[in-house]
Structure formats: structure tokens, C-alpha cells
């Protein structure tokens, strides 16, 4: 199964990994969510972002059947606006996406995500190499 990126970039999940079949709709869902993922990596800017050590901002949004973003809330704030408002528009950034597979649809005809944006920063005295990271999970 492929996939293709609004940008032209070609995404192509196995139905088979670590030689573990895997469901076939779970392998839409993958291919999918892995390219919202990119497009919100390549969207979320935090290098402004110079007065907080660390963070959590989570969103709950609708995908609809077309592709389109149908809504968007701040589920969780981080406490901090700027952070808030750079995670909600990293997402609105992101659409339209490509329509999702039918199979991906609930009952309702849209698809419901939550992501957490996780931004730290760490000290210059800590063992990591990075002075900021930033990561987010999906829930």
C-alpha cells in the first residue's frame, strides 16, 4: 500500500513487520498518522521559545473525510500561551491532508486524534548532547 504526501513524498507501509502479519486497516492508520506526524514535525517552530525549561501542550482534533481539519481544541494547556498557540498552529498548518481510507472513518465519517507536544530543554551541564528537544506522542 503507498501513500503520497500533498509535497509529492511517497510513504510505503509493509503489511508485514518483523515477519508479524499485521491488520490491514492498523497498516492504513500507520501509513497516515505517519504522515500528519511529518507534516506537524516540519510545522511545529519552538526556537523562540527561550524562558521555560519544560512543557506539555495537548490537542484533540477531527480529520474529516476529505482530508480536511474539522476541528481543533486544546485539550491540555501547557501553562504557557506562546507554546499553546505554536502547537494548535502547527497542526492547522498541516491541512488539508490527502483523504483518509474509509476504513479509517468512525461512525460519523471523521477520524479523532489527540497528540501531546512535549517541548525540554536541558541543561548544558546534562549528559545529553541536545540542548532542546522537542517530541510528541499520540494518543
Do not use: C
Request: proline share 5%; no cysteine.
Amino acid at each position: 500500500m503507498n501513500w503520497q504526501t500533498p509535497e509529492g513524498k511517497l510513504y510505503r507501509s509493509r503489511f508485514e513487520q518483523d515477519g508479524v502479519r499485521q491488520n490491514p486497516a492498523q497498516v492504513q492508520y500507520d501509513a497516515y498518522l505517519s504522515i500528519l506526524k511529518q507534516r506537524v514535525k516540519e510545522r511545529w517552530n519552538v526556537a523562540s521559545v527561550t524562558d521555560i525549561r519544560e512543557a506539555t501542550t495537548v490537542v484533540w482534533f477531527v480529520v474529516g473525510n476529505d482530508g480536511s481539519l474539522k476541528s481543533l481544541q486544546l485539550a491540555k494547556s501547557s501553562g504557557r500561551v506562546l507554546l499553546d498557540h505554536k502547537a494548535m498552529a502547527a497542526i492547522r498548518g498541516s491541512f488539508p491532508l490527502q483523504a483518509p481510507p474509509k476504513t479509517l472513518l468512525d461512525e460519523n465519517g471523521v477520524i479523532n486524534i489527540q497528540f501531546s507536544f512535549r517541548y525540554m530543554v536541558y541543561s548544558p551541564y546534562s549528559k545529553n548532547p541536545w540542548r532542546s528537544n522537542k517530541e510528541w506522542v499520540v494518543d
